[in-house]
């Protein structure tokens, strides 16, 4: 079964850039990624750049509107994710304790729809 793991992180409480602890965070990225490579269930992820970049969009009416930043205004904010694919929802959980910024942040694991299952 394929997970997502969304990292939610608050940037008020996650270490600043260019600090000793910040360091030792991207340390632990690096680290869980040779892992979740090493352990073959590694199927993707990314980092996402700030919330400032980000445009949201709807259709209302039959016409796009676009607006800048989230949807939802929120002290988290989605800093990335991963995809692994994972025996079960215990196995997810126990790859998404790994990941570093859930010490000041929030992992959220959602299981991928499958459209079409082998059978």
Do not use: C, W
Not at 1 to 13: R, T, V
Not at 50 to 79: C, N, Q, W, Y
Not at 86 to 113: C, K, N, Q, W
């Amino acid at each position: 079964m394929k997970y997502m793991l969304l990292i939610y992180n608050n940037p008020d409480l996650q270490p600043a850039y260019g600090t000793p602890e910040f360091q030792a965070m991207m340390g632990g990225f690096f680290a869980l990624n040779e892992r979740l490579k090493a352990d073959g269930v590694i199927r993707g992820g990314e980092g996402l750049k700030g919330i400032e970049t980000a445009t949201s969009l709807r259709v209302r009416g039959g016409k796009a509107e676009t607006m800048d930043g989230p949807f939802a205004e929120t002290k988290e904010h989605l800093g990335g994710y991963y995809i692994v694919e994972v025996p079960d929802l215990d196995a997810a959980l126990r790859y998404a304790e790994m990941i570093p910024s859930a010490h000041f942040g929030t992992i959220e694991v959602r299981p991928l729809m499958d459209y079409n299952p082998a059978g």
